[in-house]
T-cell receptor, first 114, second 111 residues
């Protein structure tokens, strides 16, 4: 398995600002993903973070709102831009290792937008 | 697109009772994964099923993958208060990198 850390673990932000979330993995992984989980809901895939190229976004998510970087095989960032209260959610980094198709999740970042 | 339906949405049991949650996919899956999320926590990987008709056990937990690779179940025998949480199934369609999650079953256990 992979050990995944996320920073910050939680934050309270004002509307109109942006928050950048960092995801660090203790080993090189083949794939990295960003998910959103709204309170009491299931997990929704935002995008797949591709190393060295633009992320692949799911329907309903756009790069201007959720820019993603992945400079190497162990690190990625997700920025949530122009925050509104509707962005209040848990944002989760997830990785898949080369050993198989098992997918692991980081501890999440709890965002509250006022 | 691919959808994964999970039932029930909620389940309340007395400690010692059994519990089962079911997942059904609209398409054939290459594999299915199960996760447990404790209140305030993040999803923790439990198991992956790959083969048609596969059955795997982890102590009191039994996982099954249907013959058609479209459905799966998680059964917990003699629930304990430590089993409290939301159980999610997540399936991947062949050729797709995307893991599609069910809505989860929230289990509460009364001592």
């Amino acid at each position: 398995s992979a050990v995944i850390s996320q920073k910050p673990s939680r934050d309270i932000c004002q509307r109109g600002t942006s928050l950048t979330i960092q995801c660090q993995v203790d080993s090189q992984v083949t794939m990295m993903f960003w998910y959103r989980q709204q309170p009491g809901q299931s997990l929704t895939l935002i995008a797949t973070a591709n190393q060295g190229s633009e992320a692949t976004y799911e329907s309903g998510f756009v790069i201007d709102k959720f820019p993603i970087s992945r400079p190497n095989l162990t690190f990625s960032t997700l920025t949530v831009s122009n925050l509104s209260p509707e962005d209040s959610s848990i944002y989760l980094c997830s990785v898949r290792t080369g050993a198989g198709e098992t997918q692991y999740f980081g501890p999440g970042t709890r965002l509250l937008v006022l | 697109g691919q959808q994964v339906m999970q039932i029930p949405q909620y389940q309340h049991v007395q400690e010692g009772e059994d519990f089962t949650t079911y997942c059904n996919s609209s398409t054939t899956l290459s594999n299915i994964q199960w996760y447990k999320q404790r209140p305030g926590g993040h999803p923790v990987f439990l198991i992956q099923l790959v083969k048609s008709g596969e059955v795997k056990k982890q102590k009191r937990l039994t996982f099954q993958f249907g013959e058609a690779k479209k459905n799966s179940s998680l059964h917990i025998t003699a629930t304990q208060t430590t089993d409290v949480g939301t159980y999610f199934c997540a399936g991947r369609q062949g050729g797709s990198e995307k893991l599609v999650f069910g809505k989860g079953t929230k289990l509460t256990v009364n001592p």
